[in-house]
Structure formats: C-alpha cells, structure tokens
C-alpha cells in the first residue's frame, strides 16, 4: 500500500508555487475564474504532458479513470473536455 505521496506530487514540488502565484496576480490569470483554477489547469496540462496524452479527450478519459487519485495530486475540481477547451484556449 501506497504510504507516501504519489510520483506526480513528488515532481510537482520542484515548482515553487508562491512563483506561480505571482504570476497569476501579475497577469491576471485569476480573473474571472470560479473553479477551474490556474494551478489545476496547469496540473492537468502536466499530467497530460508526463502521461503522454494527445487529445482532450484522451486527458479527460484517463482522468477519469483516475478521479479517486486526483485529490491526491492536488485537482480538486471535475474536469470535463468542454472545461479544458475553453481554459486552454481563454488564458495563457
């Protein structure tokens, strides 16, 4: 059984997240975001990118194969196809 945390949330904690958020405030990224934040958004697109996913809906499908991991590796909100071609194409 699984005691520590997952590869991905191990390779996640390189990034220094107060960065992060310093350049969501700087840029606006937050603006007008309700639930699908930044930080998800570019988890899911690192998820996508490390698990060699080519398609939304190849990201969608194994994301939902995986939903009781997700809050582990720090995706709180449901992600839907619609949700991730909408943030990709409205923000930078």
């Given at each position: 059984m699984n005691q520590?945390?997952?590869?991905?949330?191990?390779?996640m904690n390189y990034i220094p997240k107060h960065k992060f958020d310093f350049c969501i405030k700087?840029?606006?990224g937050s603006?007008?975001?309700?639930s699908f934040t930044c930080?998800?958004?570019?988890?899911?697109?690192?998820?996508?990118?490390?698990?060699?996913?080519?398609?939304l809906r190849d990201i969608e499908i194994y994301l939902r194969a995986m939903q009781s991991k997700l809050y582990?590796?720090?995706?709180?909100?449901?992600i839907s196809r619609s949700t991730l071609a909408y943030t990709n194409?409205?923000?930078d």
């Amino acid at each position: 059984m699984n005691q520590g945390q997952t590869i991905f949330s191990q390779i996640m904690n390189y990034i220094p997240k107060h960065k992060f958020d310093f350049c969501i405030k700087k840029y606006r990224g937050s603006y007008k975001v309700q639930s699908f934040t930044c930080w998800e958004q570019f988890l899911v697109m690192a998820f996508a990118q490390l698990t060699y996913q080519e398609s939304l809906r190849d990201i969608e499908i194994y994301l939902r194969a995986m939903q009781s991991k997700l809050y582990h590796i720090g995706i709180r909100s449901k992600i839907s196809r619609s949700t991730l071609a909408y943030t990709n194409q409205n923000r930078d």
